[in-house]
């Protein structure tokens, strides 16, 4: 068979954009992706377009360092990743796509008593909600991280560490192409190259998109897109208090394997772990300024780097094959904005800021759940859009992995 004669491998062809839709998702990302999977499969909602400016994943979830965990420091925090956790270790089985879950165990170092002592307030609120973390020495450090330098150049000692045993990664932009293959299975239709322009609204309820391709009518606007949530939130006048940074990133030259676990170091601004093609996947800290920007920077690696050699001096010598970026949505609480909004109609999913992939699945599935429902999934009730004026502030710093 000629190639245009065989049956699409992955996506069917999609034609023109329906006259309405039940449900339009605004971003083709993993989140989005899941979201219309979910509705699909448990709520049997099936007239769902999901509309992506560019191409599938090509925003934050393939912009991202994999890292999957469960180790935050909040209750809240922990329910929420931890039933992510749980649905992403059955996902290769239900999508059928190999996502390369693996799971690795994570370091998080403590280089000061003050680290220390969060290691072990999120420690304890881990293992009390039955979840794998514990404090270890320096010792446990140095056997499990082969090259390590425990004094860090004489810089920041290495004090203990939070040692969460499923700590994974998982191949990310499969995770968008197996979640939009099955909701496309279902029905969905994924409109790439799609650009929602406006959003429509009547009586404070949502009516309807414009794109870049026409106008459609909805019953509900559910907005995935992570970075470029102001643009959206704008477009119905909801303000919210997430701001735009960027979260560089970038990969080495391949080498033999050595490291089978995920290291972080908020102190040192430094994360790390081994892809199974032997790259160092390596980010940082945000960008130290707002910008809606993907561009990455030479001072970005610059300043790794010189972080990097303090904790595993031999990686001086290694090269840096490619860098990239994406837009972090932050909010000051450094926890997500999820489910209803005051527009009727309009669900929020964002405030992702450094930690959104590894909830791909949990933020589908409960999203799914509050637009089905119309109010929100219980897991996510804490990170309702109105608990910035009520003062129920979910705060996640502790928790955040990266430092800001
Ligand atoms: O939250 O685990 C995390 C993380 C790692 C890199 C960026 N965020």
Not at 85 to 104: A, C, K, M, P, V
Not at 229 to 237: E, F, Q
Request: hydrophobic share 40%; net charge negative; aromatic share 8%.
């Amino acid at each position: 068979l000629l190639g245009s004669e065989r049956e699409p491998r992955f996506f069917p062809e999609q034609g023109e954009l329906r006259d309405r839709y039940d449900v339009v998702i605004i971003g083709g990302g993993g989140h989005g992706l899941a979201c219309a999977h979910y509705l699909a499969k448990e709520h049997g909602i099936t007239n769902v377009a999901v509309l992506e400016q560019g191409y599938l994943g090509g925003g934050n979830t393939g912009r991202n360092t994999t890292i999957i965990r469960s180790n935050y420091l909040t209750p809240e925090g922990v329910r929420f990743y931890d039933a992510s956790l749980q649905l992403f270790q059955g996902l290769s089985e239900e999508l059928d796509i190999n996502l390369f879950y693996s799971t690795r165990g994570h370091y998080t170092l403590a280089h000061s008593d003050e680290a220390l002592r969060t290691m072990r307030w999120r420690a304890e609120v881990n293992r009390h909600h039955g979840i794998d973390s514990r404090v270890v020495g320096p010792d446990a450090v140095a056997a499990d991280i082969p090259g390590i330098d425990l004094e860090c150049g004489g810089n920041h000692p290495v004090m203990g560490a939070l040692y969460h045993a499923p700590g994974a990664v998982a191949r990310h932009d499969a995770v968008a192409w197996g979640y939009g293959r099955a909701a496309a299975n279902r029905g969905v239709e994924i409109h790439q190259q799609t650009r929602v322009t406006g959003i429509r609204t009547a009586g404070g309820r949502v009516t309807g998109v414009d794109t870049d391709r026409g106008a459609v009518d909805c019953g509900a606007v559910v907005s995935m897109v992570a970075g470029s949530t102001p643009r959206i939130t704008a477009m119905v006048d909801l303000p919210t208090p997430i701001e735009i940074y960027p979260l560089q990133a970038c990969v080495t030259e391949p080498v033999k394997p050595f490291l089978d676990t995920i290291v972080v170091s908020g102190s040192l601004h430094v994360y790390l772990s081994q892809s199974s093609r032997g790259e160092l996947v390596m980010g940082a800290a945000v960008d130290p300024y707002s910008l809606h920007s993907t561009r990455s920077s030479f001072e970005f690696v610059e300043g790794l780097a010189d972080r990097l050699i303090d904790l595993l001096p031999f990686t001086a010598r290694l090269r840096v094959n490619r860098q990239w970026a994406g837009m972090s949505d932050l909010t000051p609480d450094f926890a997500p904005i999820m489910g209803t909004t005051p527009l009727d109609g309009f669900y929020l999913d964002a405030g992702w800021g450094t930690w959104g992939f590894k909830a791909t699945p949990i933020s589908g599935q409960t999203m799914a759940a509050t637009v089905a429902a119309g109010r929100n999934h219980e897991l996510i009730e804490p990170f309702r859009f109105d608990r910035f004026t009520d003062f129920q502030l979910v705060g996640e710093k502790g928790a955040a992995s990266v430092g800001h």
